[in-house]
């Protein structure tokens, strides 16, 4: 399974590509740029973006423009610090097939992928 992160904090992505490249071949990008670049090259089933990006860009936007690339044919999980119910459930209607609330740990990936 190959897996697309973002997150536009360095250590976020640091730690959270060590932890997933125990079992998964993992990509971390930092920018919404960098992730559309890498899109376009590179096949991926699994994408995790995190909320709030930099430059005002949110995670479902970025969704949108990585699904008119590759068409929804990847699992999509977004990663947060915080969303109340209400935005929970418009995330999941942008496509999101759940939500992993940080710190990501194996365990948090492991249990969105069974029931996504």
């Known amino acids: 399974m190959k897996i697309l992160l973002i997150d536009d904090e360095e250590l976020d992505v640091f730690i959270a590509q060590r932890l997933l490249s125990l079992e998964y071949d993992i990509t971390g990008v930092t920018s919404d740029e960098q992730a559309i670049r890498w899109a376009k090259e590179n096949h991926f089933d699994v994408v995790l973006i995190d909320y709030y990006l930099n430059k005002g860009k949110l995670g479902n936007q970025l969704l949108r423009e990585l699904i008119a690339i590759r068409g929804p044919v990847f699992k ?5 610090n915080y969303i109340d119910s209400r935005e929970r459930d418009t995330l999941k209607k942008d496509g999101f097939q759940g939500i992993i609330d940080k710190p990501l740990t194996l ?3 492991r249990s969105c992928m069974e029931l996504g």
Do not use: C
């Open 76 to 80: 999509a999980f977004l990663l947060t």
């Open 107 to 109: 365990e948090k990936f």
